[in-house]
């Protein structure tokens, strides 16, 4: 499974990996087809790499992202 892929499931779905990375729906998509920009694979790896916890840590990381950017 590739980071695109765990990070999706650990937040249980393209439109909430989105929301809990403050972007749209439709970028998130796009990078299956795109590849992922250098940017944000850096944040996928830092936020859902090996060394993380996954799926149990998915709502606490998206309340901080959401605090983080005024949400």
Do not use: C, F, H
């Not at 779905?13 to 990375?21: C, E, F, H, W």
Request: glycine letters at 16%; zero cysteines.
């Amino acid at each position: 499974m590739n980071i695109l892929d765990t990070a999706i499931q650990a937040e249980g779905g393209v439109g909430n990996l989105a929301k809990a990375l403050g972007i749209g729906q439709s970028n998130v998509s796009n990078w299956r087809g795109r590849g992922i920009p250098r940017g944000w694979q850096t944040v996928l790896l830092d936020r859902y790499g090996p060394n993380k916890t996954q799926a149990a840590d998915g709502k606490k990381r998206r309340a901080r992202t959401q605090q983080t950017i005024g949400a």
